[in-house]
């Protein structure tokens, strides 16, 4: 069957708040969350109080080899434990594939078959002497090579200036990104049959009604492909504000993948051992009056609340002093 055959897409009615802002967490179901989850849990959690917003939680699931049994359910009730209450019902990405098939065949123009391998991808930035560069080298752009079958789906990225991506961090500033430099074609549906991140993503984002996206400096280099995307798909674009990620002793992101612990371990004292850590990661100052979970997390949310008013305030003032040194300049 055809990638872009027709497929009827699942009914989803966008939810919003009352003040228009509508957040979320999405982790996957790799494991139980550890302290880099909480801190990126937390912060989104904090900036939809801060706002008086909604804060919904998907799960997202689409790789199916990593997903651990339960670790769903692990999940929320953590945050339950943590006392982080969601809005409305929690959504599985795995549910939501008839979604992604229809975007997909939205963008069947822009979309092209990739037979390339891992290792067939660095042979090819090898011999154009950028081994180290993480940028598709185009090999299946004007079609497949003889014999050869597709493995995956790409978007073509535009050329020139339309490749250019900016966007206004809410924390870090302004953020420029040129897809055709810094990414190239990037992979839609994986050849292992499963939907890529940057597609599930918005598609999700946009059916769900996101208004804010708040989530780790980790995935700050995706943020150019989800705006090219949304232009295609004639999505609105959230706003996004990416936080810090916890490092281990190593200096290597805090993850699943090298050997992060659960924070939640079933009977110990969340406040102390979790909560308060995170926060304090966060860069925010907690009273030490807020010694349970309703006091924490009224404090944390006036502490965030200034703490992004201070960021946002620091970032006008050096916007303006660049723009009065262009002034005097001759």
Request: proline content about 5%; glycine content about 6%.
């Amino acid at each position: 069957m055809s990638v872009f055959s027709s497929t009827s897409a699942a009914s989803v009615t966008p939810v919003t708040s009352s003040t228009g802002y509508t957040g979320r967490f999405a982790p996957s179901p790799t494991g139980p969350l550890h302290l880099g989850s909480l801190v990126a849990a937390m912060a989104s959690y904090l900036d939809a109080r801060a706002h008086q917003g909604r804060w919904l939680l998907r799960i997202e699931d689409l790789d199916f080899d990593r997903n651990v049994a339960d670790a769903d359910r692990h999940i929320l009730n953590s945050l339950q434990r943590c006392g982080m209450h969601w809005d409305g019902e929690v959504s599985w990405q795995s549910q939501r594939q008839p979604l992604y098939e229809q975007a997909l065949e939205q963008l069947a123009t822009q979309v092209y078959p990739c037979s390339c391998s891992r290792k067939e991808i660095a042979d090819s930035r090898l011999r154009a002497g950028v081994a180290a560069s993480q940028v598709y080298p185009g090999t299946c752009r004007t079609g497949l090579a003889p014999g050869k079958a597709p493995r995956a789906w790409r978007l073509r990225v535009p050329d020139g200036e339309a490749a250019v991506f900016q966007f206004e961090d809410r924390l870090l500033g302004a953020q420029t990104q040129d897809l055709v430099s810094e990414v190239g074609d990037f992979v839609l549906k994986r050849a292992d049959g499963f939907w890529a991140y940057q597609l599930a993503v918005v598609v999700d984002d946009a059916a769900q009604g996101i208004s804010h996206v708040v989530r780790g400096a980790d995935l700050l280099d995706s943020t150019a492909r989800q705006c090219y995307l949304q232009q295609l798909l004639g999505l609105p674009r959230p706003a996004y504000l990416h936080v810090p990620v916890v490092n281990n002793a190593d200096g290597e992101k805090l993850s699943k993948q090298t050997g992060a612990l659960a924070f939640d371990r079933g009977d110990n004292d969340l406040l102390q051992d979790a909560l308060l850590p995170a926060a304090r990661f966060l860069g925010l100052h907690i009273s030490p009056s807020a010694n349970n979970l309703n006091a924490f997390w009224d404090n944390a949310t006036a502490a965030w609340a200034q703490h992004i008013a201070l960021h946002q305030a620091h970032q006008a003032d050096q916007l303006h002093q660049q723009q009065k040194q262009l002034r005097q300049q001759p």
